[in-house]
Each structure stands twice: as structure tokens, then as C-alpha cells.
């Protein structure tokens, strides 16, 4: 017996109705940031390994799927060359991986962008606005809202400081959820506070390690990003000097006060810092643009939001949805030294993410989708015969080409295995013709959801355009 087909833990297959959904988000998306005036680019699926190594952080670097040299990649290699006593296998197997992978999958779409400025920056006008609609890898452990292939859709300016970038994206993902019909909460927040927190507390060495850690805060607790802290070395009065912001609540006006008294060395340390200040200015100028801009959506500062991706250099952001419980669907944030590592210095950028994934799940689990979402096809024809067939195919060439989704129905069948078929395709509209329609020039169509039914002539394609929407 044949082992049942089965694909890999963390992907999935998407039948017709997911890719209308699916395709409903891309769309949506795609049109708002053409009306930014941002270009589609796309990038390969594999990068040199080179490329993507040390840009994401320990933990991103163990996530990322590497790709195994074509042929014999392990032809000549010398395992003695690898040993290292006390590891788990024996091996420095991150050094033999480096030997038979030079290639692997992407992570995400920002750090492929930035190689791709840094090799096509004789060709691109900047200040470079780009979106990216591509799929990613991440050999993460699956589990519910995170899988291990998925889509970004990812839209960035790259060339310019300016604050109205900033503003431009929050206003993008404004205007994306208001077109889904989705209540959501943008949180902002400025690496430089997060790095000036390192400097106050003592620490200024391990501002990635307290980045990584803050941001778990939503998956394991305070308690847990404490001990994780502190297993990375800060001390308990270090600690205790981070609390508070971690467990800061009020206005964002109340919260930026507060820490530029921490910042101002009103801290336990006593400890003046100049970078937190400034990403305090920063951050305090944006949500002023926010507040003048007429965001539909809450915007609030959260100093506790951290994003664990190390790139990100000032100004962060964060979307949630605020009546589905899932993850965050959307983040992003400044940064300004991403193609310094490809050659490029100085060239600052700024992006976000939406996870199409997670949207979708949004959308179903909320009903959002529109009803014409759920079915590609607006009429179905049924199949009354070889004759009535004929007398058809003009009235569905004249409605094709004007744009309407039509379906015959290919086999003479009992009306009751149309209609089924029409039911579970959820088509809204059929069509019967028999012998009597056809002798009287008419076509009748009956609307599946409310029972109205109408006979048109058959010319008179501009009425039934009307009465099917």
C-alpha cells in the first residue's frame, strides 16, 4: 500500500478558496503601496549564506534553512578537521555546514533589499521606495499563527533620514486595515531608548541581549525576560532599573516623561544618557506627525517594544490586531547600517512588514472577507443540453469579456448536481436555459442567495451586468 502523501511540519497547500483570500490580501495591500509610489522588485529564494549569516542575531542565524551544495557535497571533507571535544556531537557542526552549504533559503525580504540596493545602486534613483510580495523560510518550530514558509509583504524607502518615512508607513498600515475592516493597535518605539535602557542600567555591552530578551515579553512573562537577563549577565540592580519601563502603563505622554527622567540620570544609577534622549526626541516628533496626520487606528508609544531583530537602529513599530488573538501582523522599523555591510555606507533605510499569513487568519477568524471573495466565479450555466449549449456560448463570450467570472457546466446533469456544484463553489448566480428561453431570445437568471430571479434578452448584456453586480 502507498505511504499517504504528507508535505513538510510548518507549510501548508492553499485550495481555491484560501488563494482567493489569500489573493484578496495581496491585492489590497499591493494597491495602497502603489498609491505611496513604491515599485515592485522581486529577489531569488536562496542567497549566498554569506549574505544572510550575523544579520538576524544567534538565534536568527539558527533558524535559517541552509541549502546543500549540489553533487557530493560531502566528496573530500575531513571530519577530524571539524572535532571539537564537548559539544554535543562532537563536531563544530557550524563550521562543516559553512564547508557543504554556501547557500540558504531567505529569512526575510529586508537584508536580500539591502544586497539588492548595494548591487544595483548604479541603476536605482534615491531616495528608493520598494515593496516585495515573496515568500520566506524559517526553520522555527511550528505551532499556531507561525509556520516555517510563509509570506511578507514588505514595503521600504531607502536613502533618506527623514521622519516623513516613518509617518508614510504608519500611514500605509492606516490605511491597509481600514480597507480590511480590521481594529488594530500600531505601537512605536526607538532602538536608541532601548539602547540608552542599556546604558542607565550599566550594561551598554548587552543592549542585544536585553533587546532579545524584551522581546519575548509578550510569549514568556516579565518574570521569565528577567531571568533571561540575568542569565545574560546584568545584575539585579540592572534589572531593577529596566523594570519599570517594562511595566510602564499611562498615555504615551506620561510614558515619554517618565523615561526622559530616567534618561536625564533621574535613575537609580544616576546615569545620563545622551543616545536614549535622542531616541526619546525622535520618537516624541513621530507621534506628534501621527497625531496631525488623522490616524484612524490607535497609535501608542511602548517602550517595552523592542523587535529581536538586530538591524534596526531607531525607530520600531509593531501591529496588532485588538479583537483576534494572535501575534503581531505586522512590524518593521529604521535602519542604517544594513548596506554599510555590502559596501554601501551611509545609506539609511526604513520598512515594514505585513504577514499575509497571519492577516488571513485575522480575516477568517473575524468573517472580513468580502462575499465575492469566496467565490472566483460570479454565474454558473447549467448544462440543459447539446442545443441550449450552443445558444449559450455567445451570451458567456459577451459576459467574459466584460469582465464577468462565468462557468457552463460541462456535463448534461440533474439540476440538482449543478445547483450542489454551485453551493460549494459558493457562486452566487445560475443560469437555466431550456428549449422555451432559448425559442424566446431569453436567458434567466436566478440570484442563489435571496431567490430573485429575472429573464433578460439575450443581447441585453448590460442589464444582466447590472442585476448580477
Not at 94 to 104: P, R, T
Not at 325 to 330: E, L, M, W, Y
Request: hydrophobic share 40%; net charge negative.
Amino acid at each position: 500500500m502507498a505511504q499517504k502523501p504528507s508535505i513538510p511540519k510548518g507549510t501548508r497547500d492553499f485550495g481555491p478558496a484560501e488563494m482567493a483570500g489569500r489573493n484578496y490580501i495581496f491585492d489590497t495591500i499591493r494597491s495602497v503601496f502603489k498609491t505611496y509610489g513604491y515599485a515592485p522588485i522581486e529577489t531569488p529564494s536562496m542567497e549566498n549564506l554569506g549574505t544572510l549569516l550575523g544579520k538576524y542575531g544567534e538565534e536568527g542565524d539558527k533558524l535559517l534553512f541552509r541549502i546543500l551544495n549540489s553533487g557530493d557535497a560531502f566528496s573530500g571533507i575531513s571530519y577530524d578537521d571539524y572535532k571539537v571535544e564537548g559539544t554535543e556531537n562532537g563536531y563544530n557542526s557550524k563550521a562543516l555546514s559553512l564547508k557543504v552549504c554556501e547557500k540558504g533559503l531567505r529569512y526575510d525580504l529586508t537584508v536580500p533589499f539591502a544586497r539588492f540596493v548595494v548591487q544595483h545602486q548604479n541603476e536605482i534613483s534615491f531616495p528608493f521606495k520598494r515593496f516585495q510580495i515573496q515568500p520566506v523560510w524559517r526553520a522555527d518550530r511550528p505551532q499556531k499563527g507561525r509556520y516555517r514558509e510563509f509570506y511578507q509583504c514588505d514595503v521600504d524607502v531607502i536613502g533618506s533620514r527623514s521622519l516623513l518615512n516613518e509617518l508614510e508607513l504608519v500611514q500605509i498600515v492606516d490605511r491597509v486595515f481600514t480597507l480590511f475592516d480590521v481594529n488594530v493597535c500600531i505601537k512605536i518605539n526607538n532602538r536608541k531608548v532601548l539602547t540608552g535602557m542599556a546604558e542607565i542600567c550599566g550594561f551598554p555591552d548587552k543592549v542585544v541581549d536585553i533587546t532579545v530578551a524584551i522581546d519575548k515579553i509578550d510569549k514568556i512573562g516579565l518574570e521569565a525576560v528577567e531571568a533571561e537577563m540575568k542569565d545574560k549577565g546584568l545584575t539585579d540592580e540592572a534589572v531593577a532599573v529596566i523594570r519599570p519601563v517594562l511595566e510602564m502603563s499611562g498615555s504615551s505622554a506620561d510614558k515619554l516623561a517618565l523615561m526622559r527622567k530616567l534618561m536625564n540620570g533621574e535613575s537609580v544609577s544616576g546615569i545620563v544618557s545622551e543616545t536614549g534622549l535622542l531616541g526619546l526626541d525622535e520618537l516624541e516628533e513621530l507621534f506628534g506627525l501621527v497625531g496631525a496626520a488623522g490616524i484612524r487606528h490607535d497609535v501608542e508609544i511602548d517602550l517595552s517594544l523592542a523587535r529581536g531583530l538586530n538591524y534596526y537602529t531607531g525607530a520600531i513599530f509593531e501591529v496588532k490586531a485588538k479583537d483576534f488573538a494572535i501575534g503581531s501582523i505586522c512590524g518593521g522599523g529604521r535602519y542604517d547600517n544594513l548596506t554599510g555591510i555590502f559596501g554601501l555606507p551611509d545609506m539609511s533605510g526604513v520598512g515594514i512588514s505585513f504577514g499575509a499569513d497571519r492577516i488571513y487568519d485575522v480575516l477568517k477568524g473575524l468573517d472580513k472577507f468580502p462575499a465575492e471573495v469566496t467565490s472566483s466565479t460570479r454565474i454558473l450555466f447549467a448544462n440543459m443540453g447539446h442545443d441550449e449549449i450552443r445558444y449559450l456560448v455567445p451570451v458567456v463570450k459577451s459576459l467574459r469579456e466584460a469582465g464577468v467570472s462565468c462557468e457552463i457546466y460541462p456535463d448534461t446533469a440533474k439540476l440538482k448536481k449543478q445547483f450542489d456544484y454551485a453551493d460549494k463553489k459558493h457562486i452566487p448566480f445560475i443560469s437555466i436555459v431550456g428549449e422555451s428561453e432559448a425559442a424566446a431570445g431569453t436567458v434567466n437568471i436566478k440570484n442563489l442567495s435571496s431567490g430573485e430571479q429575472k429573464s433578460f434578452g439575450k443581447d441585453d448584456i448590460a442589464s444582466i451586468l447590472d442585476f448580477i453586480g
